[in-house]
Nanobody, 115 residues
């Protein structure tokens, strides 16, 4: 069982930055993929960014070039650095750990970008 705790959400003006953190209850080294998803009101949850245990990253087209994802194995933490934020980035952001065959989710953190 993997528990995930997110932090770093909040209210920011358009063009601003936020950094989300996700800390796992155990070692992150053995987790195949760590990712961030988001869900806006009335929309489906979507992948924002992911990073494999080998360091390979993947981003949604809508955040490419603005967001970065990184994992710190020593701190069992994954970060999502969000720059040049837009109002359409407003959503609840969820941390995900994929350890085949199971998915684990955090409780979510709200990100609100004002115009």
């Amino acid at each position: 069982q993997v528990q995930l705790v997110e932090s770093g959400g909040g209210l920011v003006q358009a063009g601003g930055s936020l950094r989300l953190s996700c800390t796992t209850s155990g070692s992150i080294i053995s987790i195949a993929v760590m990712g961030w998803y988001r869900q806006a009101p009335g929309k489906q949850r979507e992948l924002v960014a992911a990073v494999t245990s080998g360091g390979k990253t993947n981003f949604a087209a809508s955040v490419q070039g603005r967001f970065t994802i990184s994992r710190d194995n020593a701190k069992n933490t994954v970060y999502l650095q969000m720059n040049s934020l837009k109002p359409e980035d407003t959503a609840v952001y969820y941390c995900n750990a994929f350890q085949p065959p199971r998915d684990y989710w955090g409780q979510g953190t709200q990100v609100t970008v004002s115009s």
